[in-house]
Structures are given as structure tokens and as C-alpha cells.
Nanobody, 126 residues
């Protein structure tokens, strides 16, 4: 599965932005999908994850209530809607996917994902 992330950009604190991740070559059906981010000088960090069915979505505490992960089955695309952005949200955002389900606690582990997008940069100015 090839993942193509897009939608990053430069915004001001308090603004909203939506990043997208499209699958090329197959559908996301049956996959667990996730968003991670890597801020400058920091390690990769879990942001959100969901099963393709969309019945369960989990968020890092740092983004809960501000970010929403969703998907469009017809477009094989997963989205991360980011509201009330803060300078601390500045990072390269990566989408990731793996076939099958993961237990909730495992969704945060980047080593369990098989496919990664190239990343899209989100910069939030103060």
C-alpha cells in the first residue's frame, strides 16, 4: 500500500487545518490507520488511530478535543482535522497503516505499522 499525505502548511495559532492520506494501490478496508508526528528535535509521537470501520478512534491526550480523525471509504482517504492549533503542534505529520486490528494500547506503537506516508509539514506560528 502506498500512502500519500497532503494538506500541510503554515497557519497561525488558533487556526484549523486538515491533512489527508490517500491509499494508492488498494483500499484501506480491514486496516488499522494512524497519524503520528515528529516535531523538530523530538521523537515520533502518536496522534490518533482508528480501525477502518471507524467504530473506534483513539487520540493522544495532547490533541484530544481538538483533532478529529475520519475517513472516506469511497476515496480510500483518511483525514486528520486539526482545530485550535498551537505552536506545539508544529511537526511533520505521518499517516500509517497496517492490515488487521490492534488492541487499543498497541495502536500507539509506530513499530507495528507496515506502511507509511511521506509526511506533510504543519507549521503553527504564534
Amino acid at each position: 500500500v502506498q500512502l500519500q499525505a497532503s494538506g500541510g502548511g503554515l497557519v497561525q495559532a488558533g487556526d484549523s487545518l486538515r491533512v489527508s492520506c490517500a491509499a494508492a494501490g488498494r483500499t484501506f478496508s480491514g486496516y488499522t490507520l494512524a497519524w503520528f508526528r515528529r516535531a523538530p528535535g523530538k521523537e515520533r509521537e502518536f496522534v490518533a488511530a482508528s480501525r477502518w470501520s471507524g467504530t473506534s478512534t483513539y487520540y493522544a491526550d495532547s490533541v484530544k478535543g481538538r483533532f478529529t480523525m475520519s475517513s472516506d471509504n469511497a476515496k480510500n482517504t483518511v483525514y486528520l482535522q486539526m482545530n485550535k492549533l498551537k505552536p506545539g503542534d508544529t511537526a511533520v505529520y505521518y499517516c500509517a497503516a497496517r492490515p488487521g486490528n490492534l488492541i487499543v494500547g498497541a495502536m500507539r506503537r509506530p513499530d507495528l505499522y507496515d506502511f507509511w506516508g511521506q509526511g506533510t509539514l504543519v507549521t503553527v506560528s504564534s
